[in-house]
């Protein structure tokens, strides 16, 4: 029993000349955890913000805002053409080469064929032979040039008749007045003879 109360003595003693140590070990322990603990929480507070950055209108990401934007140009694309199409006069939209990519059936009816023929390159197939090669060259010095399309000239109908017309083309530029493509109008003068 004698040997029981040493060992309690001497732990006792040691207690006594570590609690300091202890004490001053757990409030660097305990500052070192809350320095942790505020370091991680300004983290998440500024990913908080960097994600509110990233979430125009009220909550939603980035790639939805896209998605709408582009959504509206599609709507706003669709409403061109719709417009384009149901002209009373003939309209067709060609790339930034002048290829055509799209017509409406006025153009079609213009010049008595189909939208598969006339599309491309094709709808010169029909101008009149001995005015060919004036509007070819019209159209190439527009396309490279900085210039629109105006042109009175022939096409050459299926039937064998001759179609007199007026050809307008506008040029359609980007934001940085690239050129994208033209926009066309082919107007029926009289009949065809």
């Known amino acids: 029993m004698e040997l029981f109360k040493?060992?309690?003595?001497?732990l006792k003693e040691w207690?006594?000349?570590?609690?300091?140590?202890?004490?001053?070990?757990?409030?660097?322990?305990?500052?070192?955890?809350?320095?942790?603990?505020?370091?991680?929480?300004?983290?998440?507070?500024?990913?908080?913000?960097?994600a509110e950055e990233f979430r125009p209108n009220g909550g939603s990401t980035l790639r939805d805002a896209i998605n709408r934007i582009e959504e509206k140009v599609t709507i706003q694309d669709q409403k061109t053409l719709a417009i384009i199409k149901s002209l009373p006069i003939g309209t067709w939209?060609?790339?930034?080469?002048?290829?055509?990519?799209?017509?409406?059936?006025?153009?079609?009816?213009?010049?008595?064929?189909?939208?598969?023929?006339?599309?491309?390159?094709?709808w010169s197939n029909w101008i009149l032979p001995s005015e060919k090669e004036d509007v070819i060259e019209e159209w190439k010095r527009c396309v490279l040039g900085?210039?629109?399309?105006?042109?009175?000239?022939?096409?050459?109908?299926?039937?064998?008749?001759?179609?007199?017309?007026?050809?307008?083309?506008?040029?359609?530029?980007?934001?940085?007045?690239?050129?994208?493509?033209f926009l066309g109008t082919l107007a029926a003068i009289g009949d065809p003879v």
């Open 6 to 10: 040493q060992i309690l003595e001497v």
């Open 146 to 181: 900085d210039l629109n399309f105006d042109l009175e000239y022939h096409y050459v109908l299926p039937s064998g008749k001759v179609q007199k017309v007026h050809g307008i083309a506008y040029r359609l530029p980007d934001k940085n007045n690239k050129l994208v493509g």
């Open 15 to 50: 207690l006594g000349l570590l609690a300091p140590f202890g004490l001053v070990f757990g409030f660097l322990w305990k500052f070192w955890l809350k320095k942790r603990y505020e370091e991680g929480k300004d983290l998440y507070l500024k990913i908080q913000l960097m």
């Open 93 to 122: 939209l060609s790339d930034q080469n002048g290829k055509c990519i799209d017509l409406n059936k006025t153009l079609c009816k213009i010049m008595g064929r189909t939208e598969s023929e006339i599309k491309g390159d094709n």
